[in-house]
């Protein structure tokens, strides 16, 4: 073999897929990670499904593969044969992808994508690192972590319901933008009091309606509202005011929670840990839908921690809303307090702490 055949192949990347799918509590962390894998030269793709946020946000950076797979039910029914027969073919169409692919390993941030990766990468005998940003971790955490190689954790409470002998918490990676200052384009005065409304990816109508109802008593102190409705609410231009700002979605959201005094949200594990790196006291209403009311237990943490008050979605009157906030605009020192509490809940280099995992199991593995 030539020196120049030697250095050809020696130099090649190592490759590396990356299962993460449907939220942006699983993409952003996902993403953030595989900046830092690819600093390291690692050849990334991507395995999602066809459907879900992943086709939005993955292709312009990464290679995106897609498979057949759905949820699986706790309970067995009459769509379990049909779902255990889709993770079949997903298990064997994803062992295909790395083994032709000579992969090094597969990273996942749960949800169902995560089991045919789990799966086909231990039947290889690749390594295998999920990461769990939620306090109560999900089904296919809790089934399949005694068998990857290494789980990183967003949230200490997790950790009762795991392997202790697998897990690392190294807090929940956010994205870049995140953790330098960010200038914010909305013509905001540097002197109102601005709160921010966020239903998370998929919005939330209900909370939105709430928040209309309030939103006078709010403006009339001078405070301004950016009120981030999703795509899916039919009244979201019902309300308007100079100082109301409705938009679907807004890209900036580094620069939103940097300047905002308090934030009313969901209380997905992503939105959480950008709440503590921006240092935004919240008002916590859970999505009473999410699985085995998880976002409840992440609300939990935040409100113990005393950066945020939580309120159940089925309970929360209109008047509670309205003087809760009320209040803390009235008394600004508690919110300077519990934004300091907010960011002691920050981890700013949880993202190079779960790289640094991924990149340990790497190098053990033979």
Avoid at 290 to 297: K, P, S, T
């Amino acid at each position: 073999m030539s020196n120049s055949e030697s250095v050809a192949i020696t130099e090649q990347p190592q490759r590396f897929l990356i299962a993460a799918s449907g939220t942006g509590g699983h993409l952003f962390p996902a993403l953030a990670v595989a900046e830092v894998l690819e600093a390291e030269q690692f050849q990334l793709e991507w395995l999602g499904v066809s459907n879900r946020l992943e086709t939005q946000l993955v292709p312009k950076k990464y290679p995106l593969r897609t498979v057949p797979i759905e949820g699986l039910q706790t309970r067995i029914g009459p769509k379990t044969p049909i779902l255990l027969g889709k993770l079949a073919v997903a298990v064997w169409q994803t062992r295909q992808l790395l083994k032709r692919g000579q992969f090094k390993g597969v990273l996942t941030t749960g949800g169902y994508i995560a089991a045919p990766a789990i799966l086909a990468a231990w039947s290889l005998g690749l390594p295998r690192v999920i990461h769990e940003s939620n306090a109560i971790p999900g089904k296919v955490t809790r089934w399949l972590s005694s068998i990857c190689t290494g789980v990183g954790l967003g949230l200490e409470d997790a950790t009762t319901y795991l392997p202790k002998d697998k897990t690392v918490v190294v807090g929940t990676p956010v994205r870049p933008a995140f953790l330098t200052p960010c200038e914010l384009d909305l013509p905001i005065p540097p002197e109102a009091t601005l709160i921010v409304v966020a239903g998370g990816s998929q919005g939330a109508v209900s909370v939105n309606k709430l928040v209309r109802a309030c939103a006078p008593a709010w403006l009339e102190t001078g405070a301004w509202i950016v009120h981030l409705t999703g795509a899916q609410d039919p009244d979201a231009q019902s309300f308007q005011h100079p100082h109301y700002l409705s938009m679907p979605f807004y890209d900036n959201m580094a620069g939103l929670l940097q300047r905002a005094n308090l934030a009313i949200s969901r209380a997905g594990a992503g939105t959480l840990s950008e709440l503590a790196i921006a240092s935004t006291p919240a008002l916590l209403i859970p999505y009473p839908y999410a699985a085995e009311d998880h976002q409840a237990f992440n609300a939990a943490a935040f409100v113990k921690a005393g950066a945020a008050e939580m309120y159940r979605q089925d309970e929360l009157t209109e008047e509670q809303l309205k003087q809760t906030v009320l209040q803390w605009i009235q008394e600004p020192q508690v919110l300077e307090e519990m934004a300091v509490k907010a960011y002691s809940l920050a981890v700013p280099n949880s993202t190079e702490r779960f790289a640094q995992l991924i990149l340990e199991q790497i190098e053990a593995s033979p």
